[in-house]
Antibody
Framework: EVQLVQSGGGLVKPGESLRLSCAAS????????MNWVRQAPGKGLQWVSS????????DYTASVKGRFTISRDNAKNSLYLQMNSLRVDDTAVYYC????????????WGQGTRVTVSS | QSVLTQPPSVSGAPGQRVTISCTGS?????????VHWYQQVPGTPPKLVIY???NRPSGVPDRFSGSKSGTSASLAITGLQAEDEADYYC????????????FGGGTKLTVL
């Protein structure tokens, strides 16, 4: 079964850091671009970051550039998101997702992990 | 404000047909990039229902279909069922400054 299992997340204060993890199974992890997508409470979906197969191509949405770092460990079939200098508006459920291709659809999605930034 | 524009809500009675529109621009849908659709029941992750023009993943009923024209796309659901009540999001790739992948703001489908 193709699966993405997430861990990490929690409640932090503004300015603090958090690391999200995503363990992939059931498919060849090294063949896919991976992404993080977030959803603020009561809001829609927002693409956050993308990392190519060999980590050569990495991109971020403007609001997290310089604060978030996406990475992957192909030997461990794992994806990570290091989030520094967290802000209240980073509060959201974060999803790990597999992209079908460089410009393709997202499937499957991880179960989601909640990140709450509050003083 | 989302890069792709969707109506906030649509509704229909069981058995009816509903459509959800998704309007983009020349840097995403109008540039020829495919549009994909996701269904999200509150409290659960989004689920892919239509990908690349009009393809359905295994397990998605053929009551769901997609279309695209110019800078817009639509999701149609026929024979509406109570289980179809959910939020629906469109997604495409963007070659402008909005970010690699863009989503619509979501449409709440209510089955009356």
């Amino acid at each position: 079964e193709v699966q993405l299992v997430q861990s990490g997340g929690g409640l932090v204060k503004p300015g603090e850091s958090l690391r999200l993890s995503c363990a992939a199974s059931g498919f060849t992890f090294t063949s896919y671009t991976m992404n993080w997508v977030r959803q603020a409470p009561g809001k829609g979906l927002q693409w956050v970051s993308s990392i190519s197969i060999n980590s050569v191509y990495i991109d971020y949405t403007a609001s997290v550039k310089g604060r978030f770092t996406i990475s992957r460990d192909n030997a461990k079939n794992s994806l990570y998101l290091q989030m520094n200098s967290l802000r209240v508006d980073d509060t959201a459920v974060y999803y790990c997702v597999r992209a079908s291709s460089e410009r393709g659809w997202f499937d499957p999605w991880g179960q989601g992990t909640r990140v709450t930034v509050s003083s | 404000q989302s890069v792709l524009t969707q109506p906030p809500s649509v509704s229909g009675a069981p058995g009816q047909r509903v459509t959800i529109s998704c309007t983009g621009s020349s840097s995403n849908i109008g540039a020829g990039y495919d549009v994909h659709w996701y269904q999200q029941v509150p409290g659960t992750p989004p689920k892919l229902v239509i990908y690349a023009k009009n393809n359905r993943p295994s397990g998605v009923p053929d009551r769901f279909s997609g279309s695209k024209s110019g800078t817009s796309a639509s999701l149609a659901i026929t024979g509406l069922q109570a289980e179809d009540e959910a939020d629906y999001y469109c997604q495409s790739y963007d070659s402008g400054l909005s970010g690699l992948w863009v989503f619509g703001g979501g449409t709440k489908l209510t089955v009356l």
